[in-house]
């Protein structure tokens, strides 16, 4: 059974930073592509950063600001957001997908809270 478990979220300044993180069990995040979604309120979940085989990709609007990574030691993948913006604040989701194409992530976590005050 794969489990994604989240954790790091919190309330921050804007310009501020945090790191989430996303401790996966029943797969290997060496073995997956990982990702990150948000999504705030009244709005659809969106895409923020994956990275598969070491290849790292971002949506537009985080791309410089934040840095997805993975540890696979502690079997744990990362997000770290820098120069964070109230536009950012969401709930965080982390994701897993088999490695190839299509890409279908098939399990998540339940998701953290950032809140970016202005």
């Known amino acids: 059974q794969v489990q994604l478990v989240e954790s790091g979220g919190g309330l921050v300044q804007a310009g501020g930073s945090l790191k989430l993180s996303c401790a996966a069990s029943?797969?290997?995040?060496?073995?997956?592509?990982m990702g990150w979604f948000r999504q705030a309120p009244g709005k659809e979940r969106e895409f923020v950063a994956t990275?598969?085989?070491?290849?790292?990709t971002y949506a537009p609007s985080v791309k410089g600001r934040f840095t997805i990574s993975s540890d696979y030691l502690s079997n744990t993948n990362y997000l770290e957001m820098n120069s964070l913006k109230p536009d950012d604040t969401a709930v965080y989701y982390c994701a897993a997908a088999k490695l190839g194409v299509p890409v279908r992530y098939e399990w998540w976590g339940q998701g953290t809270q950032v809140t970016v005050s202005s």
């Open positions: 990275v598969s085989t070491g290849r790292t």
């Open positions: 029943g797969r290997t995040v060496k073995t997956s592509r």
